[in-house]
């Protein structure tokens, strides 16, 4: 392996080192590719329908085509140097290739529990604080996005300039935090993501998806539905899906904030070949399922599915029908 930065080349070449075989490498490959070429169909396929149907541009939606960016900025980057890695052994893009790759990685998936919790926090004021909820401007909502995107580029950039660091994991492949060296700049840096982009967002979600359910049991036995002003059956649809997207999350990341908080206090050496893949296939695992999350949860989103399904065959039919009326028109003026 040469890597670009000379001054980085030998103690890079000795963490690069893979522990697994060129065959237990081509199966992460074929995963990979498979996965990828999955999330970046469905989540572009997202992007049409929200692009095409103008009842699904709603402020929630706005939230949602962002996350779905986030996961086609995985799929269509990391999934093909990873696969590529994996398919020649070892890591192919070099010193700088490992920091760009580690850097958007990271990026991504703090982009994403980032608009996780804006999506929370839109559920909470849409539903438990009305008042406030009607008075929400797209340009509150373009800050809170923003927001979100502004501190995902900052966690991400900090390993680049010296807090903490990356570089590749046991595998060879794929290129992270470097968790094997837990020095106080790796644990501080951990801690940080984990109490910053974990533990805040999770008490947020949590604190406004329990006031959520409270409302909405109020609305329910009361039977004062009628008195709302809104769709209250799009409404519950919207957050059912939000809690469901919010979860899968949280089970994808998991392995991968055990592994990290495990090298900070613990051995990195005890962590299991195994443990170090599967935890990162697990995070990114997340850019393929949200697509199955909006079409299963959310009515509307089926409907704007049938529908252009429905145009598509349409389309189809009209097309076969009239071949056989131009096939023959050729054949006479022949």
Not at 23 to 34: D, M, P, S
Not at 154 to 180: I, K, L, Q
Request: aromatic share 12%.
């Amino acid at each position: 392996m040469h890597w670009n930065d000379s001054a980085n080349s030998s103690e890079s070449d000795a963490e690069a080192h893979s522990v697994f075989t060129q065959t237990e490498h081509n199966i992460v490959a074929a995963y990979l590719i498979t996965a990828g070429v999955i999330s970046i169909f469905s989540n572009i396929v997202v992007l049409g329908i929200f692009v095409k149907y103008k009842e699904l541009r709603t402020a929630t939606n706005a939230i949602i085509i962002n996350l779905a960016f986030t996961d086609i900025g995985v799929s269509g980057i990391g999934y093909p140097m990873s696969a590529a890695s994996d398919l020649h052994g070892s890591w192919k893009f070099g010193y700088t290739g490992c920091q760009i790759y580690a850097a958007l990685n990271i990026f991504f998936g703090m982009a994403s529990i980032g608009l996780l919790t804006v999506v929370a926090v839109d559920r909470y004021l849409t539903i438990c604080r009305p008042d406030i909820g009607r008075r929400m401007t797209t340009r509150n909502y373009a800050a809170l996005i923003l927001a979100a995107w502004i501190n995902a580029v900052f966690w991400a950039s900090m390993p680049t300039v010296g807090w903490a660091g990356y570089a590749p994991d046991p595998t060879g492949a794929t290129c992270t935090v470097n968790w094997r060296k837990n020095d106080v700049s790796f644990v501080s840096y951990t801690m940080s993501v984990i109490a910053v982009n974990f533990v805040v967002p999770l008490t947020v979600m949590f604190y406004c998806y329990y006031n959520v359910s409270r409302t909405m049991k109020q609305y329910t036995s009361s039977n004062c539905l009628e008195s709302i002003n809104m769709d209250w059956s799009d409404q519950v649809d919207v957050t059912k899906m939000s809690v469901v997207m919010i979860v899968m999350f949280l089970v994808a990341w998991s392995p991968y904030s055990i592994v990290c908080l495990w090298s900070s206090f613990g051995d990195p050496k005890k962590i299991s070949p195994a443990m170090a893949i599967i935890a990162p296939l697990f995070a990114k695992s997340s850019t393929f399922y949200n697509p199955c999350i909006y079409v299963i949860a959310n009515k509307k989103f089926r409907r704007a599915i049938l529908a252009m399904v429905r145009c598509q065959t349409r389309q189809e039919i009209t097309i076969s029908n009239a071949l056989p009326m131009t096939v023959s028109l050729s054949a006479l003026t022949s």
